[in-house]
């Protein structure tokens, strides 16, 4: 990432290539932002720049081993650390960033303005809460321990700071006061108010201000996670649902209840809804003879008629004034779990 292709916040990458200019490099630095403005992009392009071996007009040249490293997000000496947990994409029991980098390089090189959201999804643990452990600290302090690979910066990038715990911060808090030498911490956080007070007063801060309209439409037009992938998701899981309903199989229904019920927002649970509801209308629309202005895209047809046929003549009906009552109870605080339980009882049994 060179600084000429960050979207908005032209002063904060003139501030950090003047600061790598002039040699005063803040060896821990917190750059807090909203959501998805740019903090991560702006981290990468200040460390490419400092390591560039043919920096030219105040920015990197993109070209040199160590830019094209970095643009892989491979550079030897630059490590990343961002909240975890346990996920069915690692084995590991004790999963640290190491675990899933593969995800997070993919994730960072396609659109370095995700949110928090889109790593979780990437890394596969939607439905938890993302960790900095005590293993994560370990693991950063014997890779910084160890000698530069390269000859620039070592440097970690360092993606929620306000999700590590006391232990995690107690251990790595001789590091990011005395770090070894030419080595650079960079904090990345969306709630300073909750970054431990013994790192954050440690920090040169730097804000990172909220994106333009017009450059967030350019943020937007990066998102690889388009509908597309909403869609499969979904169609995923009405399918199992309407598999394991049609089979009579209840534990395997409530399953699928149980994941709805973890989708990571309300508003994607209601997006699930929609999309369960526009589903069984196609279902009803082949049972009523009407296959035609069903809807139905090329691809999947079988699938529809089989329900079509499986299913009894009001389950259609029943089961969409059952997902509309529920679409309405989700904003009333009550439990995700329960409501999408009661909701796959409803349908079994309407069948
Ligand atoms: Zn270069």
Not at 66 to 90: A, E, W
């Amino acid at each position: 990432m060179r600084f000429a292709d960050i979207i908005g916040n032209a002063e904060v990458a003139k501030a950090l290539a003047s600061m790598a200019d002039s040699g005063r490099v803040a060896h821990a630095m917190l750059m807090y932002e909203n959501e998805g403005c740019g903090a991560l992009a702006l981290a990468l392009a200040y460390v490419q720049y400092l390591n560039c071996s043919n920096p030219h007009d105040g920015d990197s040249c993109g070209e040199c081993p160590s830019c094209r490293q970095m643009s892989k997000l491979i550079h030897p000496d630059v490590h990343y650390v961002f909240p975890v947990n346990k996920g069915p994409k690692t084995s590991d029991d004790k999963p640290t960033s190491e675990s899933y980098i593969q995800y997070w390089r993919e994730l960072a090189i396609a659109n370095p303005y995700f949110v928090e959201a889109d790593l979780q999804k990437a890394i596969g643990i939607e439905s938890k809460n993302g960790l900095i452990a005590v293993a994560e600290a370990k693991s950063i302090i014997s890779k910084l321990s160890l000698t530069a690979v390269a000859d620039g910066y070592k440097a970690v990038i360092f993606y929620l700071p306000e999700k590590m715990n006391q232990e995690t911060a107690n251990r790595l808090l001789k590091m990011v006061e005395e770090p070894p030498e030419k080595t650079l911490f960079i904090f990345i956080t969306h709630a300073p108010e909750k970054v431990l007070q013994t790192i954050f007063s440690r920090c040169q801060s730097i804000r990172v201000m909220p994106l333009t309209k017009d450059e967030a439409a350019q943020v937007k037009a990066l998102n690889p996670f388009d509908d597309r992938e909403e869609y499969n998701l979904f169609m995923d899981l009405f399918s199992d649902l309407m598999n394991a309903i049609v089979a009579r199989d209840l534990m395997a229904a409530l399953e699928c209840g149980e994941v709805v019920a973890a989708l990571d927002s309300r508003e994607k649970q209601k997006a699930f809804c929609t999309f369960a509801g526009e589903c069984i209308r196609k279902i009803f629309m082949i049972q009523q003879n009407m296959p035609q202005i069903a809807g139905i895209a090329e691809e999947e047809p079988e699938f529809y008629s089989a329900m079509a046929g499986k299913c009894g003549k009001t389950f259609c009906s029943k089961s969409i004034t059952n997902i509309e009552k529920v679409v309405a109870m989700i904003d009333r605080n009550v439990s995700s779990k329960i409501l999408f339980c009661d909701l796959v009882n409803r349908m079994f049994l309407s069948v």
